[in-house]
């Protein structure tokens, strides 16, 4: 029991206690609350013997009671179950002796009958004490079963009568109950649901050899590096060749032609430097290696995250199908998966027309050497970078198909909607692709489950995902640098 200052926990009646863990944490909420959380769904008993008949005869009838409700009431709680707890009194959780079921099921089920209500028994072992609490769990009632008869005479039972789970209470169907039980029984049952659930597209190893790295390195090293100038000869042939030149047009042009001549060069060069576009290099060569051996080491430290980065901007995005494979219309269909491999969801962008340096954040190689080119403008309001607003478009939101979402693991809402017999849905969202890190299995596995409207049932089944080859994601980006096949 709790004390007075202990809150009071509450009854998660989301789910039903089939499992020993979630039978202990009822017990312990339900012994809480006492009486007062008797409903139509549950039902507290004392520590009765077990072995008499008329405790039997009590048990038989809730059940009954129970498996006579009307779907859509039982589906309010333990997602329809019906729950009966046996060894909880006022002074708290006191159990009951041990007892096979067995021996429960040949009194129990004469009252039930062969073709009678399903149930079945978990056990909660006490601490300190050979006893026992024992839940009895009812299935839940479906359109069209017919209401269910007691098939025998018993303390509180009489042979043909049909009883009813009320609100705290089992007691014999009243006129207006019995006609809505009879049709139930009418209505037409749920057909079978039958789906496949699959994941197209591979999950991407999120790998790349270094050997592809020190080549794209090399190759913007040897870029860089051969333009700088060679080396200048030590007696270079033109200064003679000029001086001979400039003898050969002094004695044939005469003194002053030549001065005319020299003087129109002059004024063509002083026009030629105020038009100038270009202003000179101004590194030393020592400086000029410098930058490279640093940009090199910043390369490299942010390698890692550009290849992230790069599938996602290259990769096709991932979808999701969905195949009816029955001849029956599904309402309101909605799809989880489940990822238990450790998977990476990035924003998939792959219907841009590539990555740029600034898209996988790496750091630019420095400008190459010689001279730097000078902006021209053509005014004060000029910008060669002008670009009209009105040309940009925004594009037309629509919902999203699927939800990704993650922490330890990778899960995933697929909103279906109807789906027609034999019809496939497909998302078409291309929102992320799945990254594993490392090394990964030819296959990778996970779960779904999956919820249609007018079934009062969960659908599960199992995910296979393919793994693309090791070196895909090398061969793209050896592709995209034009670094060639490896």
Known sequence: ?????????AIDLTRAPLGEMAAERLVAAVSAHG????????ELKGPPDLGSKTVMAKVAKFILGAAN??????AEAFGGYAVMIVGITENGVEGVPPMEKLELSKVI??????????????????????????IFIVDPPQKGQPPF????NGEGLQDGRIYYRGDGETREATADELDLLLARGAANSPAPVDLEVAVKGAVVPLTVDEATLNELVEKVRRRLLAALPAPESKEPLETGLAAGAASYLSAAMGSASLSRLR?????ASRIAGIAATEDPENRSEDEYRAEIDAWEERFRRAWADAIELFAAQSLPAIEVAVVNKTQTFLHDVEVKLHLEEPVV????????????????????????????????????????????????VPDSYSPSDVEWTTSETVSAEVAVGDLRPKATFQ???????????????????GTWTATVRGYNEVFTGELVLKTAEPTYLTGLIREFFDLGEK
């Not at 003087?263 to 004024?267: E, H, I, P, Y």
Request: glycine share 8%; proline share 11%; net charge negative.
């Open 263 to 267: 003087a129109d060069q002059a004024a």
């Open 149 to 152: 008869a007691c098939r025998a």
């Open 109 to 134: 089920q004469r009252y039930l009958g062969a073709a009678g209500p399903r149930w079945d028994i978990v056990r909660v072992p006490l601490q300190g004490t050979p006893n026992q609490v024992l």
């Open 1 to 9: 029991m709790t004390s007075n200052h202990d809150p009071i926990p």
């Open 35 to 42: 009486d007062l959380a008797e409903d139509h769904y549950l």
């Open 345 to 392: 969801v990035v924003d998939a962008q792959g219907d841009q027309d590539g990555p740029g340096w600034d898209d996988l954040q790496l750091p630019s190689p420095p400008r190459k050497w010689g001279p730097v080119k000078r902006e021209l403008r053509f005014g004060p309001g000029y910008s060669a970078n002008f670009v009209n607003p009105l040309s940009f």
């Open 427 to 445: 998302t078409c969202d291309g929102d992320v692709a799945l990254l594993v890190n490392g090394e990964a299995p030819e296959q990778l596995r």
């Open 69 to 74: 409700r009307l779907p859509d009431r039982a």
